[in-house]
């Protein structure tokens, strides 16, 4: 580098210039690191001081409640005993007081105990154990309640049962004991480890302290020459990077992510592309292997090898997005190209999900419709009027189905172009909700409870029909996802500015994480059609469209186990005004 100075002095005169100024900042940039250094040896040792203060203090704070905690289980549990023992002996019903309250202190004592020994796996077993051993007190001290309550009897079974709670409760307590004791020992054994923590952060500190000194020293001595030099080949990389630079401006503006490696994997090169379709800026990922910037295509390394194309799974947030990776190999490393394929993969799958759904949903009627037309058409089949009225019967439900699936199709294909219309108009709702809740009831089982509550007169603007379409929707919808029956509520109230309508069901109900699904196409929460409950997954995606194209908003709320409750707010129609509009005055 110096001869290259001397040969062209104008060019190396201002490096060499720089790089004594760079020389003087880093001697100063080090002497100032020392002092700070020798500041942050005595900062530590104070904070090693308070450390062992807090840290000991924390250590009681968690073993004093720990014996308390433990002790008073006892104490409750002695109310619980004493409850029980004096309903035994009196059967009067106001002596369980102190074992209903001591019950539910209990269970408080427990769940203290529980978070307490979190922390403390040496206590855990014995927390788990008494836990057990209280479950099993309840359930003996319920059991001799329940005895006692069944007359005189019972009471002398329970009178004899005494001596089976004496060794439970022998067993309570020294599992208490056995507890409490181990809880003295945290205490007594905090500040034996405290002062140990102490003393061992003192040494560490001081030797981390001279450690660092005697890195600070040679760095002073023998950083700034090395700074020096490194500026002078810093010069010379810039300028070549400069025209790296312009060639890889024009890769800014690609849409797709380009990213460069070396032989070794490292990403060398991140452009805007990728910033945009990663978690990763440039400045992030630049330096870093690839395995720790986009591990799914470093997993794919072996398809892009054999292949040179691949497409890829990689998370983005808390979604997958897809690309289609191509792999240009060089002797330095290679170059990745990443296209965006993931709406392709969205649209394939959605393909895929309506065939699957459509051959399944079809295939049921479509097979009772063949068998029962074969059966008709026997040669050898006998005359039986009933038998053949049931068959034709059943033909027209199963055609029913399949117009209905088709005619849903149809609606979402309509829907998906934008050619449904809907004919908003004033309409009452009380006498809609009755037609769609009558027509249920012929489809209901005897274990159903139709029910409809309601005004005398509510107003809405919408299409009648397109809302008595999704109603009945909504209605079967609830039959089907309570099989064993309950209340099927139609609930119409309304305000100054709208008009709520829920049908609240009480069955099986839909998991809180797929509630948002619920209204997307082909969307079923039983995908692998085990339930037995059948459906195209279209309905509530026609219904939440049919909804939004009348002004309205279509959402669900349901606890899995207790039912759902789907709610329609549509703009209400004030009654007064509606009636002054449409009133036909005689002339005067």
Request: aromatic share 6%; charged share 30%; with cysteine.
């Amino acid at each position: 580098m110096v001869s290259v100075a001397v040969d062209d002095p104008p060019a190396a005169a201002p490096e060499v210039d720089g790089a004594l100024v760079v020389k003087r900042r880093t001697r100063l940039a080090l002497g100032t690191m020392l002092v700070l250094l020798a500041g942050i040896v005595a900062v530590a040792l104070v904070a090693a001081e308070q450390l062992y203060e807090s840290a000991q203090h924390r250590y009681v704070k968690e073993a004093f409640p720990l014996r308390a905690a433990a002790r008073q289980i006892i104490v409750d549990m002695l109310d619980e005993e004493t409850g029980v023992r004096g309903y035994l002996i009196t059967s009067d019903p106001s002596t369980l007081t102190p074992y209903e309250s001591g019950r539910e202190r209990v269970a408080s004592d427990l769940t203290r105990l529980r978070e307490l020994s979190a922390s403390r796996p040496e206590i855990e077993r014995e927390v788990r154990t008494l836990g057990q051993i209280v479950f099993e007190l309840d359930q003996y001290f319920a059991h001799q309640v329940a005895l006692v309550e069944k007359g005189r009897t019972g009471q002398l079974t329970a009178q004899a049962n005494v001596l089976v709670g004496t060794s439970r409760f022998d067993r309570f307590r020294q599992t208490a004991s056995l507890l409490d004791a181990r809880a003295g020992q945290i205490v007594r054994g905090a500040e034996r480890r405290q002062r140990r923590t102490f003393w061992s952060t003192i040494a560490f500190v001081v030797a981390l302290g001279a450690a660092a000194g005697a890195v600070g020293i040679f760095l002073l001595l023998r950083l700034p020459p090395l700074v020096e030099r490194l500026y002078l080949r810093e010069e010379d990389a810039r300028r070549r990077a400069e025209q790296g630079d312009r060639a890889s401006r024009s890769l800014a503006h690609v849409a797709e992510a380009v990213i460069l490696l070396d032989t070794d994997d490292v990403v060398r090169y991140w452009n805007a592309a990728a910033e945009r379709k990663f978690d990763f800026s440039e400045g992030e990922a630049i330096g870093r292997k690839l395995t720790d910037v986009a591990p799914e295509l470093a997993l794919a390394g072996e398809r892009l090898e054999r292949d040179g194309a691949a497409t890829v799974a990689v998370p983005v947030g808390d979604t997958s997005s897809w690309f289609a990776v191509t792999d240009s190999r060089f002797v330095d490393g290679r170059v990745l190209v990443l296209r965006d394929v993931t709406a392709e993969r969205a649209l394939e799958r959605a393909r895929s999900d309506f065939v699957a759904t459509a051959s399944h949903e079809l295939r049921t009627p479509l097979a009772a419709v063949y068998g029962a037309v074969r059966t008709l058409l026997r040669h050898d089949r006998k005359p039986d009027p009933e038998q053949d009225r049931l068959l034709l019967e059943m033909i027209e439900e199963e055609s029913e189905q399949l117009k209905s699936i088709v005619e849903q199709i149809l609606d979402t294909s309509q829907l998906d172009r934008g050619r449904v219309r809907v004919d908003r108009r004033v309409c009452e709702l009380r006498d809609l909700g009755e037609r769609v809740l009558a027509s249920a009831r012929i489809r209901a089982s005897s274990a159903h409870t139709l029910t409809l509550d309601a005004p005398a007169e509510v107003l809405v603007e919408a299409d009648p029909e397109r809302l008595r379409q999704v109603l009945a929707n909504l209605v079967d919808n609830a039959l089907k996802y309570a099989p064993d029956g309950g209340r099927i509520e139609l609930r119409i109230r309304e305000d100054d500015v709208r008009v709520t309508i829920d049908v609240a069901d009480e069955g099986i109900g839909i998991r809180p994480e797929v509630q948002p699904l619920v209204f997307e196409k082909f969307y079923r929460a039983d995908a692998d059609m085990r339930s037995g409950v059948g459906g195209s997954g279209l309905g509530l995606y026609i219904s939440r469209e049919l909804v939004r194209q009348m002004g309205g908003e279509l959402g669900v709320r349901s606890v899995p186990g207790a039912g759902s409750t789907f709610t329609i707010e549509l703009p209400r129609v004030d009654v007064k005004a509606h009636v002054l509009a449409t009133h036909r005055f005689p002339a005067t």
